[in-house]
């Protein structure tokens, strides 16, 4: 039943070790988000593809990157992790952008909670 | 700067009682908000959403009220129970660059 599917949903890693965070789908939607959600704060957006075309937020340090290989997957990348970057990490889907009202709504996974060590 | 805010970071309400939370968004310009759910370890989750066509927008047990005038929101959610225990979050779509932008988020607790 799970429509967005985020793996792993814990994941350590060390001090600059790059690490992947994984984000499939099953609804087919044409767009797909990345947020950055640190503890008692709102999820902040980092970056989203509409289909293959790569959006990034004018604030999202170079150390994140993200990949589309195919309509159901994304990835996100973390090139040197720092102690900074521990946070919950969310994957959202949408059919259309959010300008079109019901097709742009977002739909969330459970997200990755990332630890740095 | 723009931004999407609440008015209270927490709210406790009996069981069976009705909670209103409350948002307030300063760009005029956005023409669509949703309110979200996220429960503690989970992902958010869609309530409910309103174009600023509308001003009132009702699901089950939840009504969202738009008042363009003061650039205000607010989700009521009626006979509240304790499944509603969570973190609500508002957000604003700002036109044409298609992307939410997020309030902070009020905590509601519910007592038994």
């Known amino acids: 039943d799970a429509m967005v599917i985020q793996n792993p949903r814990y994941q350590v890693t060390q001090f600059g070790k790059p690490v992947t965070l994984s984000c499939s789908q099953t609804l087919n939607h044409n767009v797909m988000y990345w947020y950055q959600q640190k503890s008692s704060q709102a999820p902040k957006l980092l970056f989203h593809y509409y289909d293959k075309d790569f959006n990034n937020e004018a604030d999202t340090p170079d150390n994140f990157q993200s990949r589309r290989p195919n309509t159901s997957f994304c990835f996100l990348d973390i090139r040197s992790p720092g102690l900074g970057d521990a946070a919950m990490y969310l994957c959202?889907?949408?059919?259309?952008?959010?300008?079109?009202?019901?097709?742009?709504?977002?739909?969330f996974g459970p997200g990755t909670r990332l630890t740095v060590l | 700067g723009e931004s999407v805010g609440l008015h209270l970071p927490t709210l406790s309400v009996q069981e069976g009682d009705n909670s209103i939370i409350n948002c307030a968004y300063s760009n005029s310009a956005s023409d669509y908000f949703i309110w979200y759910k996220q429960e503690s370890g989970k992902g958010p989750q869609f309530i409910i959403d309103i174009r600023s066509n509308m001003d009132k927008r009702q699901g089950q047990r939840v009504t969202v009220l738009l008042n363009k005038t003061v650039k205000h929101l607010s989700l009521q959610i009626a006979a509240t129970q304790p499944g509603d225990s969570a973190v609500y979050f508002c957000?604003?779509?700002?036109?044409?660059?298609?992307?939410?932008?997020f309030g902070k988020g009020t905590k509601l607790s519910v007592k038994p």
């Open positions: 957000a604003e779509n700002r036109g044409s660059q298609g992307n939410l932008i």
């Open positions: 959202a889907t949408s059919r259309g952008r959010v300008t079109s009202g019901g097709i742009g709504t977002q739909y």
